[in-house]
């Protein structure tokens, strides 16, 4: 007789770059965070130097891994991931992360009873067991000038600063979210046809802000679910490793998403917003400086990094051992036209 396999209800793609002693934790929670359900796992990792991949090979055979040559980001991994996808639905998990018993099934029963649905995430927690908020709406000019401009130092509670973090909004039921963490995302197959998820032309940051705003395009909805727990150990390598030079990053991806999406006077009109914003920002820096409530030398990394988006050039601070992936449109050179 032939043998039987039951089919896959989902994949679980995880991206590691030298984070091995959060990833055993996070492979070895899905022993039973997948219980009830058909899982495939899916480890892409980013030429670790911390033998990751063996590490999976060896206690986690269960796991299929990728083992890329050099680190080719977050969106290029995943990607990497989504070809070997099986099964209805697609897990997008970080490796920082334990996932309580029955998680990722109650996921798969919400997309299962909810075909209107997308993605749904589930209850993201601190490790101390305290709720974290870390879900937003996507970015529109209100938000973009309430949170991302020096609005936001003269009026840091303003109402936008609150509906963008959604800090008004209740977690004790399910509720719609543009813009979860992709720390922790479900998403169902067929909303993402072919063998692409994520725009490489947003290697880090920016890539699930893309995936969302493409599926609020179509008329897609994500949903949070307040059953299922999922334990997250937040920055931990990626984006962790960028410093404080990330918040310059973020800008300029910032201003990428708006040229691709609202077009190029869009992201002119914002580029010019944040540099009068990075100008003011230096200005009160100086006097600062001048009372004596700031050294010199905090003002000149202040220039430094400020100057990257005033002078509108896409160069990134991006991890050590990061490899770029050069955008495939002709005008990347610059962020203005």
């Given at each position: 007789m032939e043998r039987q396999t039951v089919p896959i209800d989902v994949t679980i793609a995880i991206v590691n770059w030298n984070t091995r002693a959060l990833l055993e934790q996070c492979l070895a929670s899905l022993s039973e965070g997948v219980t009830g359900i058909s899982a495939k796992i899916v480890v892409v990792d980013n030429a670790s130097k911390d033998r990751s991949a063996e590490i999976v090979?060896?206690?986690?055979?269960?796991?299929?891994?990728?083992?890329?040559?050099?680190?080719?980001?977050f969106a290029r991994g995943n990607n990497q991931a989504y070809v070997q996808a099986e099964g209805r639905y697609f897990l997008l998990l970080?490796?920082?992360t334990i996932v309580r018993p029955g998680a990722v099934a109650v996921m798969v029963q919400f997309?299962?009873?909810?075909?209107?649905?997308?993605?749904?995430?589930?209850?993201?927690?601190n490790p101390d067991g305290t709720f974290q908020r870390i879900y937003t709406r996507l970015p529109s000019w209100r938000?973009?000038?309430?949170?991302?401009?020096?609005?936001r130092s003269f009026w840091p509670q303003n109402r936008f600063v609150r509906q963008f973090y959604m800090e008004d909004d209740l977690f004790d039921r399910v509720i719609a979210v543009e813009q979860p963490s992709a720390s922790c995302l479900m998403i169902r197959r067929a909303a993402f046809p072919g063998s692409v998820l994520f725009d490489e032309r947003f290697p880090i940051l920016f890539n699930d802000t893309d995936l969302y705003r493409r599926l609020r395009d179509q008329g897609g909805?994500?949903?949070?679910?307040?059953?299922?727990?999922?334990?997250?150990?937040?920055?931990?390598?990626?984006?962790?490793?960028?410093?404080?030079?990330?918040?310059?990053?973020y800008l300029i991806c910032l201003v990428r998403y708006y040229r691709k999406h609202n077009g190029w006077i869009?992201?002119?009109?914002?580029?010019?917003l944040l540099t009068i914003s990075s100008i003011l920002s230096l200005a009160g820096g100086l006097i600062k400086v001048m009372l004596g409530l700031r050294t010199i030398g905090?003002?000149?990394?202040?220039?430094g990094r400020r100057f990257r988006l005033v002078r509108g050039c896409e160069r990134f601070v991006y991890p050590p051992g990061f490899i770029p992936h050069v955008p495939s449109w002709p005008e990347s050179q610059g962020l203005t036209s």
């Amino acid at each position: 007789m032939e043998r039987q396999t039951v089919p896959i209800d989902v994949t679980i793609a995880i991206v590691n770059w030298n984070t091995r002693a959060l990833l055993e934790q996070c492979l070895a929670s899905l022993s039973e965070g997948v219980t009830g359900i058909s899982a495939k796992i899916v480890v892409v990792d980013n030429a670790s130097k911390d033998r990751s991949a063996e590490i999976v090979r060896d206690r986690f055979p269960q796991a299929t891994v990728m083992a890329n040559e050099a680190n080719l980001g977050f969106a290029r991994g995943n990607n990497q991931a989504y070809v070997q996808a099986e099964g209805r639905y697609f897990l997008l998990l970080n490796p920082d992360t334990i996932v309580r018993p029955g998680a990722v099934a109650v996921m798969v029963q919400f997309l299962d009873k909810t075909p209107e649905a997308a993605g749904v995430t589930c209850k993201l927690v601190n490790p101390d067991g305290t709720f974290q908020r870390i879900y937003t709406r996507l970015p529109s000019w209100r938000y973009v000038l309430a949170v991302h401009t020096v609005v936001r130092s003269f009026w840091p509670q303003n109402r936008f600063v609150r509906q963008f973090y959604m800090e008004d909004d209740l977690f004790d039921r399910v509720i719609a979210v543009e813009q979860p963490s992709a720390s922790c995302l479900m998403i169902r197959r067929a909303a993402f046809p072919g063998s692409v998820l994520f725009d490489e032309r947003f290697p880090i940051l920016f890539n699930d802000t893309d995936l969302y705003r493409r599926l609020r395009d179509q008329g897609g909805t994500f949903y949070f679910l307040p059953e299922g727990e999922v334990v997250h150990y937040r920055g931990a390598g990626g984006v962790g490793q960028m410093g404080d030079d990330g918040i310059i990053d973020y800008l300029i991806c910032l201003v990428r998403y708006y040229r691709k999406h609202n077009g190029w006077i869009a992201a002119s009109v914002l580029w010019t917003l944040l540099t009068i914003s990075s100008i003011l920002s230096l200005a009160g820096g100086l006097i600062k400086v001048m009372l004596g409530l700031r050294t010199i030398g905090w003002l000149r990394h202040e220039y430094g990094r400020r100057f990257r988006l005033v002078r509108g050039c896409e160069r990134f601070v991006y991890p050590p051992g990061f490899i770029p992936h050069v955008p495939s449109w002709p005008e990347s050179q610059g962020l203005t036209s």
